[in-house]
């Protein structure tokens, strides 16, 4: 049975830090690329960031590069996004997602507010 349970949101002020975790299980993990996707109210969702099975390489939208950076354990299974100079614009629910093999986590809450 393959888990992605994701944690780590919360409520920050503008400029905070938040650290998310996505820790999977039911499949290898380390064969697999991995993404952090999210969704704000009204909106579609978007891909933010991914990282190769290896975590040798690394892509990121445009709007939170420079900000945020995606990593990975794979002797724990687990993917990360590490979120710095939060902006009202980051908060939304974030996902993490198994490339090529279409799996999602529930999702995790990022409020951005003052």
């Known amino acids: 049975q393959v888990q992605l349970v994701e944690s780590g949101g919360g409520l920050v002020q503008p400029g905070g830090s938040l650290r998310l975790s996505c820790a999977a299980s039911?499949?290898?993990?380390?064969?697999?690329?991995m993404s952090w996707y999210r969704q704000a109210p009204g909106k579609e969702r978007e891909l933010v960031a991914t990282?190769?099975?290896?975590?040798?390489?690394?892509n990121y939208a445009d709007s939170v590069k420079g900000r945020f950076t995606i990593s990975r354990d794979n002797a724990k299974n687990t993917v990360y996004l590490q979120m710095n100079s939060l902006k009202p614009e980051d908060t939304a629910v974030y996902y993490c997602?198994?490339?090529?093999?279409?799996?999602w986590g529930q999702g995790t809450q990022v409020t951005v507010s003052s």
């Open positions: 990282i190769t099975s290896t975590g040798g390489s690394t």
């Open positions: 997602y198994v490339v090529a093999r279409g799996y």
């Open positions: 039911g499949f290898t993990f380390s064969s697999y690329a």
